[in-house]
């Protein structure tokens, strides 16, 4: 199993371009998230989905679309970029509550610098 | 809402010495995990905490929840300097409204000297 996959791994943007982070999975997960992490900040959730065709806000969803349209893919969408959306962006999976002791699997992440 | 704080946020210590890292959160949860994130790294799942007095432990970490306090501490044994990393507490926000949403401290750098 591959687990967790993100691309790319760095990204620079211009303000205001758009573009989607790639999110996939194949451990048959049905939850799935998005977070960025900033300095001095620990991690915050973007989006998250429980599964295909479900998606909610986290804590931080302004500027960022998602969708699920398959189990394995959650693509992250920058509508605008800013550079306040300058960060490091991990995509996870898990099975979910359901099954315990289960935990979040972390991607290897984006870097995402906008200029 | 629910707030994690952990601390300390930076930790400094000799090979050899034992610490405790503490982490605080604000409201019920039942579901608590430690990570640990090496510099340009993603992070590690460490331990994942379900009940209240749960602990498990891994080498020379062992970590503990009680639920009640609202309180899950991280506690290195022996340092050495193959620890240095961050490491992060995360709670479910399951009673929030939110199953799977996971809400993290901001982290506790550890750094170990020889």
């Known amino acids: 199993n591959a687990g967790v996959t993100q691309t790319p791994k760095f990204q620079v943007l211009k303000t205001g371009q758009s573009m989607t982070l790639q999110c996939a999975q194949d451990?048959?997960?049905?939850?799935m998230s998005w977070y960025r992490q900033d300095p001095g900040m620990g991690l915050r959730l973007i989006h998250y989905?429980?599964?295909?065709?479900?998606?909610d806000q986290g804590e931080v969803p302004n500027g960022y679309n998602v969708s699920r349209s398959t189990t394995e893919d959650f693509p992250l969408r920058l509508l605008s970029a800013a550079p306040s959306q300058t960060s490091v962006y991990f995509c996870?999976?898990?099975?979910?509550?359901?099954?315990?002791?289960?935990?979040?699997?972390f991607g290897p992440g984006t870097r995402l610098l906008v200029l | 809402e629910l707030k994690v704080e952990q601390n300390p946020l930076f930790l400094s210590m000799q090979e050899g010495k034992n610490y405790t890292i503490y982490c605080n959160y604000s409201?019920?949860?039942?579901?608590l995990y430690w990570y640990r994130q090496d510099p340009g790294k993603s992070l590690e799942s460490l331990f994942v905490?379900?009940?209240n007095g749960a602990v498990k432990q891994e080498g020379r970490l062992m970590a503990s929840l009680d639920t009640k306090a609202r309180l899950s501490t991280l506690h290195i044994t022996a340092a050495v300097h193959d620890l240095s990393a961050t490491y992060f507490c995360?709670?479910?926000?399951?009673w929030g409204g939110g199953s799977e949403k996971l809400v993290f401290g901001k982290g506790t750098k550890l750094t170990v000297n020889p």
């Open positions: 996870a999976s898990s099975y979910g509550r359901g099954s315990l002791g289960e935990t979040q699997y």
């Open positions: 451990m048959n997960h049905e939850y």
């Open positions: 989905s429980v599964g295909a065709g479900i998606t």
């Open positions: 409201t019920t949860s039942d579901r």
């Open positions: 905490l379900l009940s």
């Open positions: 995360a709670v479910d926000d399951f």
